[in-house]
């Protein structure tokens, strides 16, 4: 899968602006703060109806606009289609796939995409969402009816929240009944999205380590290793299918069910879970050094890239692969091993504020400061 061009219409700093591209590698290089991420974050908010940089989409809106265009040409071998989605700051986003108006949730695997960039370094460091999230945009990537079940667990997960909280100011036994409707459809939504994530782990576990191990040669063996494994306070390991997932969740519910109600608070589900990362014997967040922290989260990206080409089976379905201002924070050795890795993408988007941060021999297009400013 490779994009052939790419249009944006008040997007961030950008009031107009088209590119075209070619296959293989492309290198933005100009000075910081003029706006080569944006572009990069516009494919990935294309892939992933997200930015990787912020949680709202207001500002990806142009400050003197109320709305934001993103279009793409996608090409897979001789199948193209022109991708859409407009932003709004306030209110709700719409898409087109060809000039035709579709549901936002119907372009979801048009474009593939994976990004790494400076905030991934919070999947090692930051806090169990940020890791949530990761294991999330993997699970909708390789099959994005996930992204329904999604909307159903959160919306479930509200409405379940706001219930317990009445029921901590007035235990009614008609209003407590409701509970146990809530309780059905919170399991339904968050025993497929256990499964979902377990099973995306399962996957990765292997590129993960091959990963990790490439990038982290020049590491001391015993520092060259690293697991990732599911945690929950629910013991999953022998549910073979979102039905037994469901009734463990159930079963906690009713266990936890006074508590829950006196905090007025959901204490189990997907929600509350977290991916443990170790590297040798320790746990990476709080042991990891800054170059640890650093490979563990592109190995995790590069892990995902993996899997879902993988699944894709040719490089007409393989994903687009972004690394937004990654060179420069690594060493030499690291660089080199980075970019032989990258060049298996059929395209390839890169980042950067000056040619010193990229590695030596890296081939294909740059695209100047001149063509990036507004």
Known sequence: MWISRLSLRNYRSYPELDLEFEPGVTTFVADNGTGKTNIVEAIGYLAHQRSHR????????????????????VNRDQRHATVEV??????????????????????????????????????????????RSWIDTLV?????????????????????????????????????????????????????????RRRILA???????????????????????VRARYDSRIDYSQAESPAECRELLLAALERRR??????????????????????????????????????????????????????????AEQPILVLDDVFAELDTGRRSRLASRITEAEQVFITAAVDGDLPEG??????????LVP
């Open 258 to 315: 006074t508590t829950e109600i006196e905090r007025g608070l959901t204490l189990h589900g997907p929600g509350r879970d977290d991916l443990a990362l170790t590297i040798g014997d320790h746990p990476a967040k709080g042991y990891a050094s800054h170059g640890e922290t650093w490979s563990l989260a592109l190995a995790m990206q590069l892990a995902g890239w993996d899997l879902l080409s993988s699944d894709a089976g040719s490089t």
């Open 54 to 73: 912020v949680a709202f989409d207001a500002p990806l809106v142009h400050e003197a606009a109320q709305s934001a265009t993103a279009s793409a040409l």
């Open 86 to 131: 407009t932003i709004q700051a306030k209110g709700a986003n719409r898409a087109r796939v060809n000039r035709s108006p579709v549901k936002l949730k119907e372009i979801l695997g048009l474009v593939s995409c994976v990004v790494f960039a400076p905030e991934d370094l919070s999947l090692v460091r930051g806090e169990p969402a940020e890791r």
């Open 140 to 196: 909708v990537s390789r099959n994005p009816r996930y992204s329904s079940v999604i909307a159903d667990f959160e919306r479930a997960l509200k409405q379940r929240n706001a219930l317990l909280k009445r029921l901590r100011e007035d235990r009614d036994p008609g209003l407590e009944a409701t509970l146990d409707i809530w309780n059905m459809a919170y399991a339904d939504a968050a025993s497929e999205l256990v499964f979902g």
């Open 203 to 225: 996957d990765i576990v292997e590129p993960l380590q091959d990963n990790f191990a490439f990038i982290a040669a020049d590491a001391r063996l015993e520092r060259q290793g």
């Open 362 to 371: 890296l081939e294909g297009r740059r695209i100047g400061q001149d063509r």
